[in-house]
Structures are given as structure tokens and as C-alpha cells.
């Protein structure tokens, strides 16, 4: 398999434009799966929530039924929604959206951001995504050159793109991704790819417990939630990968962005103090932004205090 790939590989090491534009490419197209897995992926979660409801409710729903001499309403013959079926549809009108009509950021130019059966508009945030992405694969590839490294911050940077995302739509950090992605990490570092398996081991444990212990102690205090456990088992990923010693800063970041954001939606926004502001999305960019330069980070504040 190595053999088959050596020439291409070898390719890449000759012509960093070549490498770049295959990144560039591959991302686009992975941009359009992406959005993808943002749309359907809570809507198969709340799927599968409301079946486990049913079978774990069965029982009480069919005397409750037999009781009023009526048959439940619940949708039983919903069709079951995957990442790939049923095929994807406009909103609006359902016209089957042809595979031409799905071209990363090009379709939506072409189409002029509106469905080519019914006219709706089609929302720019797709192709936002798609180049979104794409510019993420550029730098990674920048940054780390034609590497295994590479390819595996490549997968994580995809993943945290999700996150980001579904966290903020529904404040949600699925499982499906954030467990694979946490195993993915002390994996790669089985051999020290990026930080030494043991400081991954700790920074997973570490990740998790510092804000399991805030959220109690934040409950403990005022009877609140003041986070998800989403967001513990999303630092827990991002210790994994780059180990204990750049947690303190990752957290840092992420708080002071948090907070920026918090108060400026207060101010300008009228959010309520009440109204819960999702925390995995600043986790996401900080995380990533440590795993990239987190060491150059680290100095320039050491050095700035």
C-alpha cells in the first residue's frame, strides 16, 4: 500500500503547490459532507431519542391508550434518517438536488444561491462552510508539511468544524464525534507524534476532571449547570492531543473569548443573563489554535507577564 502511494507522496515533496491543491480540493469536497453531518446528525440523535422513548415507554403508552380507547400519535413510521439516505432535497419545494448541483461553492455561484426548481434562496452559510474548511486544510498543510501529522490534524480539524457548529445550533457536542476523536488522540501519540503518549494520558485526564470540577463546584454554589458535559469530554480530546501542558492556556482563551462574546451579546444584542451561551465552539477554536501554536502562544504570554 506504502508503494502504491510513493510516487504521489513523493510528488508532494517535489511540488508543495501540487500538495496544497490536493488539500484544498479534498477539504472542499469534505466541506460539502460536512454540512452534511451538521444538518442531519442532531436530527438522528432526536430520532433515536424519541425511539428509545418508545420502546422504554411502551408499556405505560399502550394502557394509557387502552384506557382512552385511542391509538398514539406518535410518528412509528418515520423513515429512518442516515448520513446518506434519504438523498438531499431543497427545503423548500424537495426537489432532488442532482450531483452537479452540489459542487462545493462553485453550485452555489452557478445557481446564484437559490434552487434551480423553486427559486427559494439557498442559504450562504453551505459554501461558507465548504471554503471554510478548505482554508482550515491550507493551513494545516502549511504548517505541517507532507506528514502522517498531516493527515491526522486534517481528520481532528474536520471533526472540530462539526462541533463548532451543532454545539452552536443546538448546544449540543455529540458523543459520535468527541469519544473517537478523544481515542484518535492518544492513539496517534501512542509513538510521541505530537506530544509524549504519558503527557497525552494525563492531559485526557486532566481535560476532563478540571471542568467536571468546576461544573460541581459552580453547582454546588449557586443549584445551576453552568456547563455541558460535552464540553468536559471536549477539553478531555484536545489534552490527548496535546498533552497537560498547554491545557492552562487552552482554557484561557477560550474563557476570555467566551467572556468577550458573553458580554458583547449582553450589550448590543439584548441577551439575557439567563440564556445560556454554548462554551464548545471557543473550546473548538482555542483548542485547535493550541494544537497549532500552542508552544508559540505559551512564550508570547509568558513573555508578555
Known amino acids: 500500500m506504502i508503494d502504491l502511494f510513493s510516487p504521489v507522496i ?4 517535489t511540488s508543495t503547490t501540487f500538495f496544497y491543491s ?7 469536497l469534505i466541506g ?3 454540512n452534511v453531518v451538521i444538518y442531519r446528525l442532531p436530527k ?3 430520532q433515536g431519542w424519541r425511539r428509545d422513548c418508545r420502546e422504554f415507554l411502551a408499556d405505560e403508552l399502550n394502557n394509557e391508550n387502552e384506557q382512552k380507547n385511542a391509538t398514539p400519535k406518535d410518528n412509528l413510521n ?12 431543497c427545503p423548500h419545494c424537495g426537489h432532488k438536488i442532482r450531483f452537479y448541483e452540489n459542487i462545493p461553492v462553485i ?11 423553486c427559486k427559494k434562496p439557498i442559504s450562504i452559510r453551505y459554501p461558507l462552510v465548504e471554503a471554510f474548511t478548505a482554508f482550515v486544510g491550507f493551513l494545516v498543510a502549511q504548517h505541517f508539511g507532507v506528514t502522517i501529522t498531516t493527515f491526522w490534524v486534517l481528520l481532528l480539524s474536520y471533526a472540530l468544524i462539526c462541533l463548532t457548529l451543532i454545539d452552536y445550533d443546538h448546544m449540543l457536542l455529540p458523543d459520535q464525534i468527541t469519544l473517537p476523536f478523544l481515542w484518535l488522540g492518544l492513539l496517534v501519540n501512542v509513538n510521541g507524534l505530537i506530544v509524549p ?5 494525563i492531559g485526557a485526564v ?3 476532571l478540571s471542568l467536571y470540577s468546576v461544573f460541581w463546584l459552580f453547582k454546588l454554589l449557586t443549584g445551576k449547570e453552568g456547563m455541558g458535559f460535552g464540553d468536559f469530554k471536549l477539553l478531555a480530546l484536545f489534552g490527548a492531543w496535546t498533552g497537560w501542558k498547554l491545557l492552562a492556556i487552552l482554557i484561557l482563551m477560550a474563557s476570555v473569548v467566551g467572556a468577550v462574546v458573553g458580554i458583547s451579546l449582553m450589550l448590543f444584542k439584548n441577551h439575557q443573563r439567563e440564556q445560556a451561551i454554548p462554551f464548545g465552539p471557543y473550546l473548538a477554536v482555542a483548542g485547535w489554535l493550541t494544537l497549532m501554536w500552542g508552544d508559540s502562544i505559551w512564550a508570547w504570554y509568558l513573555n508578555l507577564l
Open 10 to 13: 513523493e510528488h508532494f515533496h
Open 22 to 28: 490536493v488539500v484544498v480540493v479534498f477539504s472542499l
Open 32 to 34: 460539502s459532507f460536512l
Open 44 to 46: 438522528m440523535m432526536e
Open 78 to 89: 418515520e423513515e429512518v434518517l442516515t448520513l446518506s439516505k434519504p438523498d438531499s432535497t
Open 107 to 117: 453550485s452555489w455561484l452557478f445557481l446564484r444561491a437559490k434552487c434551480s426548481q
Open 197 to 201: 503518549l504519558n503527557e497525552a494520558v
Open 206 to 208: 486532566v481535560g476532563y
